[in-house]
């Protein structure tokens, strides 16, 4: 009798297990998620990475680049602007491409793809190079082939050149294969699944991608933007930025370090206020605030210098607000790349001054001072036939002001169209202003083998190290 009744127990137990598994399951954790919850993450993780801020001892290889470009200054701790830097790309690869990746392959293994799918993965794709390309214009030679494989901690570096080429083909393959009658997410916080928009971005970074690269390769440079051209952005309305709520999380990086942090560091720079301030223009008022104390008096702080924050001009308070957008990519950027398409005579692209004048109007405009355009334009020292220099001063001074808080994107057109003519801060630990980011620490060490490889075929891991597109 006693062992009819373990067994009854036994038969008990292990017809209600399948049960007891169900009830251990912890159903406030996910163990999945859809593929739209892993993009919209990394896009989010993109904003962040792009506009936050540090002084520059240790930071992300987009957000540091402001400092470098002169833009602004840090007074208090100087490691930033003396280039005293060690650069990290962990948020890049972790927390942007992986995310893409991931959202990917949920796609690529659902039972059936979709037309809705294919755009979907289009859209990835553009994400996907834009992130690679930023590495590729900081870095040079990166992880690419080899990357985001979690069986391979030591990835090798793939050639830089090679990189570029290989995401223009991928990106031109993305832009053809969106179907602007079908949909694709249900919602994504960059276009909400707009795929007109979605194709427009993409060919003006394809736009821009083929600009920067055309001194060394003129060939593909041309050919990427003449295929570019058709699909670019017309407007402000087209403009690839990710607008941010009232509330964290999901508010503006800048914000959280400006305002949430009460950092009281960053300060206009002395050479970027007074170029402003000699053509009364009328954006200082919404970058800046004016010198606590004084009544319209803007003043910038000499890079690597550690002065009195009060005494200088602070970021504007536009960017002391939780929901202000991050530019990925601007219709003033793209006016101005235009401006040089017609300066090189690319076909298809005619009158240089229309584009330049174009590219300053959207700028005004963007930040509500449309009205104020016209009379900016009327100075010598900005319309383009008087304005001093060639076309690339022309364009690389304008685009400078154009392109304030886009950091990296300011730091770059620096140095391929070598304008504004910057000097490196007394005491630096090169004498010029970086023209590219050293590899970060760790590689040294977890990945010793193919960081030293590496280390040589760019002409070695210095600040100072060319890139292949930087051509004089």
């Avoid at 808080?405 to 070598?418: F, H, K, P, S, V």
Wanted: glycine content about 6%; some cysteine; hydrophobic content about 40%.
């Amino acid at each position: 009798m006693k062992n009819y009744y373990i067994l009854i127990l036994i038969a008990v137990f292990f017809s209600c297990s399948g049960d007891l598994e169900d009830m251990n399951v912890d159903v406030k954790n996910a163990t999945e998620a859809p593929a739209e919850t892993f993009f919209n993450n990394a896009v989010k993780n993109l904003s962040d990475t792009m506009s936050g801020i540090t002084y520059g001892a240790n930071g992300n290889p987009f957000n540091t680049t402001r400092l470098l470009v002169q833009q602004i200054s840090s007074v208090t701790y100087n490691e930033g602007t003396t280039y005293y830097s060690n650069f990290t790309w962990n948020e890049v690869y972790m927390d942007i491409l992986n995310n893409l990746a991931q959202s990917a392959k949920i796609i690529e293994n659902s039972e059936s793809m979709t037309l809705v799918n294919t755009n979907q993965l289009a859209i990835i794709e553009i994400v996907e190079v834009y992130a690679y390309s930023k590495l590729v214009e900081a870095f040079g030679d990166i992880p690419y082939s080899q990357a985001l494989d979690v069986n391979n901690i030591s990835p090798e570096y793939d050639d830089q050149q090679d990189v570029y080429v290989d995401l223009i083909g991928r990106l031109t393959t993305a832009i053809d294969s969106l179907d602007e009658g079908q949909g694709s997410w249900g919602q994504d916080i960059l276009y909400n699944g707009n795929v007109t928009n979605w194709k427009r971005f993409g060919a003006s970074l394809l736009l821009q991608m083929g600009m920067r690269i055309i001194d060394a390769d003129p060939t593909l440079g041309t050919q990427a933007v003449t295929t570019a051209l058709p699909n670019v952005f017309t407007s402000n309305a087209d403009i690839a930025q990710i607008e941010h709520l009232e509330s964290q999380p999901n508010t503006a990086e800048l914000w959280t370090d400006l305002a949430v942090g009460n950092r009281r560091d960053f300060v206009g720079c002395d050479v970027f206020v007074n170029y402003m301030n000699d053509l009364n223009d009328a954006r200082i008022a919404v970058y800046f605030q004016e010198v606590e104390g004084t009544d319209g008096v803007y003043l910038g702080a000499p890079s690597g210098l550690a002065v009195a924050y009060n005494d200088y001009s602070k970021f504007g308070t536009l960017f002391y607000q939780p929901s202000t957008p991050v530019i990925l990519l601007d219709y003033a950027t793209v006016e101005f790349l235009l401006a040089e398409a017609a300066e090189r005579s690319i076909a298809g692209v005619t009158n240089a001054e229309e584009h330049y004048n174009q590219a300053i109007r959207a700028s005004f405009e963007y930040y509500g001072l449309g009205s104020g355009a016209d009379s900016y334009l009327s100075n010598p020292m900005v319309a383009y036939d008087t304005a001093p220099g060639t076309w690339q001063q022309k364009i690389g001074m304008q685009k400078w002001v154009a392109l304030f808080n886009q950091g990296l994107e300011a730091w770059t057109e620096y140095r391929r169209l070598d304008y504004p003519a910057l000097e490196a801060p007394p005491e630096s630990f090169v004498p010029t202003v970086p023209v590219r980011l050293t590899y970060p620490i760790s590689e040294q060490t977890l990945n010793k083998a193919n960081y030293e490889n590496a280390d040589a075929a760019i002409g070695g891991d210095l600040l100072t190290t060319k890139l292949f597109w930087d051509v004089d």
